[in-house]
């Protein structure tokens, strides 16, 4: 049964460094063809991709993020980890991981996701 | 910058049908963008509906189906039930291991 949960601070001030991670089961990152993909929905707007990391560690991520995100993964904790720096309030969302399908091209498995307000 | 765009909103009768589509900004969408839709209710993670254009995923009622229209791709929810009131997602994998969700629709059923 594949599970995966998201967990972090709820609150973060602007200009500080996110840090969320997503604890899963039912599946391994250092299987072949295996990627956790992280999405995250402002309150009441739609949803956005992130970032994506395979099991040979290969990353990927949104263009319009891409300085401000990491990705990484702990096979050992079957844990991977998103972090933001320079969070805005325009970053307040529910963060979600999800796991990819085996081809690559859709999000099979979502977790329930944890919102994060950036405010002073 | 891409842009997918859906349309804001949708009404439909219990029993009615209703279609759904996904427009892609820079040109047409064709199935090498391997289309998905995801159905997400109030306070829920998103639930996978629609994957590869129109293979369902495991469990979704074959009310439910994907196709391409034209140079969109389309979700159409045919018998539309009460509890098909959801916001509807499109996702596009534009190449290079990158994704983008669509702007979301909601559907009311009434």
């Known amino acids: 049964q594949v599970t995966l949960k998201e967990s972090g601070p709820a609150l973060v001030k602007p200009t500080q460094t996110l840090t969320v991670t997503c604890t899963f089961s039912?599946?391994?990152?250092?299987?072949?063809?295996?990627?956790v993909s992280w999405i995250r929905q402002p309150p009441g707007k739609a949803l956005e991709w992130l970032a994506r990391?395979?099991?040979?560690?290969?990353?990927f991520y949104s263009t319009s993020l891409k300085t401000r995100l990491t990705i990484s993964k702990d096979t050992s904790k079957n844990q991977v980890v998103l972090t933001m720096t320079n969070m805005d309030p325009v970053d307040t969302a529910t963060y979600y991981c999800a796991r990819v399908s085996r081809d690559g091209y859709n999000f099979g498995y979502w977790g329930q996701g944890t919102l994060v307000t950036v405010s002073s | 910058q891409t842009v997918v765009t859906q349309e804001p909103s949708f009404s439909v009768s219990p029993g009615g049908t209703v279609t759904l589509t996904c427009d892609l900004s820079s040109g047409s969408i064709s199935t090498g963008y391997y289309p998905s839709w995801y159905q997400q209710t109030p306070g829920q993670a998103p639930r996978t509906l629609i994957y590869?254009?129109?293979i369902r995923s495991s469990g979704v009622p074959d009310r439910f189906s994907g196709s391409i229209l034209g140079n969109k791709a389309a979700l159409t929810i045919t018998g539309a039930q009460a509890d098909d009131e959801s916001d509807y997602y499109c996702?596009?994998?534009?190449?290079?291991?990158?994704?983008?969700f669509g702007t979301g629709t909601k559907v009311t059923v009434l």
């Open positions: 039912g599946f391994s990152l250092s299987t072949s063809g295996v990627r």
């Open positions: 990391i395979d099991w040979d560690d290969d990353k």
């Open positions: 996702m596009l994998y534009m190449g290079g291991g990158t994704y983008v």
């Open positions: 590869s254009t129109s």
